[in-house]
């Protein structure tokens, strides 16, 4: 990398999971199966996020920063200190926040200085090592923010992405009734121009942050306003990985 930039991971898991709620746990500690690599093919439980959480491993990421709701403890728990997955993970405890940016702003003052990985811990991705693609795309674009774009069929659930012929974004569409767009954005990686863009928006803009009539901000909505005001976002396609969004299913 050209740049001094530590970088760092960064897990927003301070929502309700009211959509798949009750549940026993907090859901990023849900139990799921995945095949076991022994002869026998005995599925062994893994929890929900494992999955982000190794991709952070295999990219030789280090430190993590979760971001939980008061009440969560669960998580902190389950996981501690993030060693089983050779990483160093540190809890930042919030009360609840209205939307996905605004927990990631509760961050703004450990990563501002960072380059940061942006997964979501409900979101199963095939690809074992995305990340590593998105931080080159980085390098190499002179971007302030690459996106990781997969393969959807419910655009009405999803981020619709549209890009042009460099792979550069044009235009972030939240959730539109129908598409022919055929990529959501499930990844992201940026520099700290972004963080601070994030953070000074939601501060000048609270009673804005919403077009008339919207009831959530989404970090997509960010996105589109940082395009509009001259950041650089490209992105990259894994047009062969499957993804599983457990909010969307």
Not at 48 to 58: C, N, Q, T
Not at 170 to 193: C, G
Request: charged share 20%; net charge positive; with cysteine.
């Amino acid at each position: 990398m050209k740049n001094n930039f530590e970088i760092t991971g960064l897990v927003p898991a301070a929502g309700y999971a009211s959509r798949i709620s009750p549940i026993p746990c907090s859901k990023e500690i849900y139990p799921i199966n995945y095949p076991s690599d022994d002869s026998n093919n005995i599925k062994s439980p893994k929890v929900i996020s494992a999955s982000l959480l190794e991709k952070f491993g295999i990219v030789g990421l280090e430190k993590v920063y979760m971001i939980i709701r008061k009440g969560k403890w669960d998580i902190p728990q389950y996981f501690g200190t993030g060693s089983s997955f050779g990483l160093n993970f540190a809890y930042l405890v919030t009360d609840p926040t209205p939307d996905t940016p605004h927990t990631i702003d509760k961050a703004y003052h450990f990563i501002k200085n960072k380059r940061v990985l942006l997964g979501f811990p409900d979101i199963q991705i095939s690809h074992k090592n995305p990340f590593q693609k998105l931080l080159i795309q980085l390098e190499n674009s002179g971007s302030d923010m690459v996106l990781g774009l997969f393969k959807t069929h419910k655009p009405y659930k999803s981020d619709m992405v549209e890009t042009d012929k460099n792979n550069n974004v044009k235009k972030i569409i939240i959730k539109p009734d129908s598409s022919n767009l055929k990529y959501t954005w499930l990844l992201a990686v940026w520099n700290p121009v972004f963080t601070d863009f994030l953070h000074n928006f939601l501060s000048k803009h609270q009673s804005k942050a919403l077009e008339k009539g919207k009831k959530e901000l989404y970090i997509g909505d960010i996105i589109q306003k940082a395009i509009q005001n001259g950041l650089k976002v490209s992105s990259v396609r894994f047009p062969d990985s499957t993804s599983i969004d457990s909010r969307n299913n």
